[in-house]
């Protein structure tokens, strides 16, 4: 099939996020965890190919030079236009990656101009005058000022961004999106001709971003969260690039126990975990006992259970407990200690017969995912926006894996999702 958009995520969360907007309209979608080893011809890629990269957090070398791997791929693949997908809530170190990857794939595509547009209004994430709200807070106001690996404590895109790329920052405000897909083309155009090649983009609404998806599908390069690139496929179809086709992949049924794996400290993962914790068996992680004796009381502990009983594992804490943790350890190996302790025990879990997976938190996703080994993802239906179930084989078995990103779903996510597997 003609490969529409190559796609790099820069976590797996984010990637299954991508995927499930863009499999909404009904085209086939292919998801690869990190660079894939194989060469795919041309007529064996789908419509949409993501890889997943966790590069969220990583140094700016290490970003690029995987970006520039996935891109390398994708290219042999067919692609001829990229979207670079970061997170709705622009998350990024304090050296932050995002520009550097955007400025090398603009190079190697020959875009010269490209747009930034984390805005996802279906989760409450818009941009308005350059400045990114979560719900009605301010990035900088929102939880995600104590995230534990990338607080945010500026709202200004233009701001975040200009240190991370080469040349100005140039903002389409919300005056021009709302005017149309005209007035956008013109905007960009003229911040073309004053040489401004990275434009953040305003977007309130799924009109909006209808807007810009209009003014900029034909762009080599886009960038931004999973809600502009869902508006993508519209056009593709629109311009005759693709069609709908009748076939629709059937979906596995998959029995075996259940985990729930929460890494993510995330305001939204805090209540949901409360939530599902008074409904099955869980037990708590704390990352200085992990760090001192090692996962070993926690593998214990889930042998002893019955492999049929829904679980849940979390190290999910308040942000003063995760300051604590901080403190004792350094915010790398805190966060690494259960990263490490989580995906052994997602090992363990699978040899004890664990087959449907619920992970919260981008980065635990990432760990527990190359863990287990999964290699390629096929989409299911969404539990909540962003969020879908995929399907996976590990050692011959069909595993259900669902990563939520920190702070998706509702409060009630884990009970939803396994119910959402149900009736799929
Ligand atoms: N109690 C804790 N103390 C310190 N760090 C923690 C704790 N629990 C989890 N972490 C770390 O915090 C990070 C959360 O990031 P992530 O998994 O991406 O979640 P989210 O999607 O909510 O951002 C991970 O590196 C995780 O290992
Ligand atoms: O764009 C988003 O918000 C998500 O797709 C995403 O990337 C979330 O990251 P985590 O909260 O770290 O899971």
């Not at 993501?50 to 042999?76: F, G, M, Y």
């Not at 056009?235 to 629709?248: A, D, I, K, P």
Request: glycine share 10%; charged share 20%; proline share 5%.
């Amino acid at each position: 099939m003609t490969l529409l958009l190559g796609c790099i995520a820069d976590d797996f969360t984010g990637a299954t996020d991508l995927a499930a907007l863009l499999a909404r309209s009904g085209l086939p979608v292919s998801l690869r965890i990190g660079i894939p080893q194989d060469r795919r011809h041309p007529n064996e890629t789908a419509a949409f190919e993501v890889i997943a990269l966790k590069c969220r957090t990583s140094p700016v070398d290490t970003a690029v030079n995987q970006a520039h791997q996935a891109l390398t791929w994708l290219k042999e693949a067919g692609a001829s236009r990229f979207f670079w997908k970061y997170c709705s809530t622009f998350d990024s170190t304090a050296e932050g990656n995002i520009g550097p990857v955007a400025d090398m794939l603009m190079a190697e595509t020959g875009a010269t101009q490209t747009i930034y547009c984390p805005a996802f209004p279906e989760n409450g994430r818009s941009i308005f005058i350059g400045h990114l709200f979560v719900g009605e807070q301010l990035l900088s106001e929102s939880p995600m000022k104590d995230h534990p690996l990338t607080p945010m404590r500026d709202s200004s895109l233009v701001r975040l961004l200009t240190p991370q790329v080469n040349g100005a920052v140039g903002l389409a405000n919300h005056n021009i999106v709302s005017k149309g897909a005209e007035s956008l083309r013109a905007k960009l155009a003229q911040l073309g001709n004053d040489g401004i090649r990275h434009v953040i983009v305003d977007a309130v609404s799924d009109d909006d971003l209808r807007t810009i998806a209009a003014a900029s599908f034909d762009m080599p390069l886009v960038t931004g969260g999973s809600a502009i690139a869902g508006q993508l496929p519209q056009f593709y179809m629109e311009q005759g690039l693709v069609s709908l086709s009748e076939h629709r992949q059937a979906l596995p049924k998959i029995t075996g126990g259940s985990i729930v794996l929460s890494g993510s400290c995330s305001a939204m993962t805090r209540k949901q975990v409360a939530n599902y914790a008074g409904k099955v068996t869980s037990l708590r992680l704390d990352p200085i006992a992990l760090a001192e004796e090692g996962p070993g009381t926690a593998l214990e502990w889930l042998r002893q259970q019955s492999p049929d009983a829904p679980k849940l594992i979390y190290a999910t804490a308040e942000p003063n407990e995760v300051r604590q943790a901080q403190e004792r350890l350094g915010r790398d190996k805190a966060g690494k200690v259960v990263e490490d302790a989580l995906s052994e025990i997602a090992r363990t879990a699978f040899d004890c017969g664990t087959r449907r997976f619920v992970v919260a938190g981008g980065e635990t996703s990432g760990a527990i995912t190359q863990t287990l080994g999964a290699a390629h993802l096929t989409i299911g239906p969404e539990i909540a926006p962003g969020v879908p179930w995929t399907f996976t084989t590990l050692g011959g078995e069909t595993v259900a894996l669902a990563l939520k990103s920190g702070n998706f779903g509702k409060e009630t996510f884990f009970t939803d999702a396994f119910d959402r597997l149900e009736t799929a």
